[in-house]
T-cell receptor, first 114, second 112 residues
Framework: NAGVTQTPKFQVLKTGQSMTLQCAQDMNHEYMSWYRQDPGMGLRLIHYSVGAGITDQGEVPNGYNVSRSTTEDFPLRLLSAAPSQTSVYFC?????????????FGEGSRLTVL | SQKIEQNSEALNIQEGKTATLTCNYTNYSPAYLQWYRQDPGRGPVFLLLIRENEKEKRKERLKVTFDTTLKQSLFHITASQPADSATYLCALDPYSGYALNFGKGTSLLVTP
């Protein structure tokens, strides 16, 4: 039981390049989300999904796309990377609504955009 | 606008003492509040959830209080240990039951 697995752990991109951050969970959790964490800004929600086929925007969605074709996977796509997207990205899941318990976080993906 | 405020300055305490961290919020009407721990280079780990009708909640050496009138939560670690050194985050649901807003966290350093 791996929990929440994020890949890659580290990535360096050039401005304008595209890439996908992968998030996979083996806990059969309905809810999955992506946060970014920047110094002095705390964790900010990018996108989230309450189940396969359903996604919604969080606080800072611009520049990112997501899809949820399976319960297990929730990839985050950067279509044209910008230096402002340099950050640490966390995927987080939970079984049902937030009022029932805690978020399970992955170990993070550290992205640098040059 | 909605705000979650945690002490930005690091809290340094001596081993064995009680650490108290503060989380204040504005423009939220939360049904519950959560606390997480984050170690350097790691993802946050859930510690406690307290609901609006609960004044206090305990888990081992941890105690959380929740005062919806003061719009404040206090997080206590009793008999603190160096292993408790980490950043502690509080989090609130702004609206939907499917998102959490996090404070910026308070760094705790427990010295022997």
């Amino acid at each position: 039981n791996a929990g929440v697995t994020q890949t890659p752990k580290f990535q360096v991109l050039k401005t304008g390049q595209s890439m996908t951050l992968q998030c996979a969970q083996d806990m059969n959790h309905e809810y999955m989300s992506w946060y970014r964490q920047d110094p002095g800004m705390g964790l900010r929600l990018i996108h989230y999904s309450v189940g396969a086929g359903i996604t919604d925007q969080g606080e800072v969605p611009n520049g990112y796309n997501v899809s949820r074709s399976t319960t297990e996977d929730f990839p985050l796509r950067l279509l044209s990377a910008a230096p402002s997207q340099t950050s640490v990205y966390f995927c987080a899941t939970l079984p049902r609504g937030l009022n029932t318990g805690e978020l399970f976080f992955g170990e993070g993906s550290r992205l640098t955009v040059l | 606008s909605q705000k979650i405020e945690q002490n930005s300055e690091a809290l340094n305490i001596q081993e064995g003492k009680t650490a108290t961290l503060t989380c204040n919020y504005t423009n939220y009407s939360p049904a519950y509040l959560q606390w997480y721990r984050q170690d350097p280079g790691r993802g946050p780990v859930f510690l406690l959830l307290i609901r609006e009708n609960e004044k206090e909640k305990r888990k081992e050496r941890l105690k959380v209080t929740f005062d919806t009138t003061l719009k404040q939560s206090l997080f206590h670690i009793t008999a603190s240990q160096p292993a408790d050194s980490a950043t502690y985050l509080c989090a609130l649901d702004p609206y939907s039951g499917y998102a959490l807003n996090f404070g910026k966290g308070t760094s705790l350093l427990v010295t022997p």
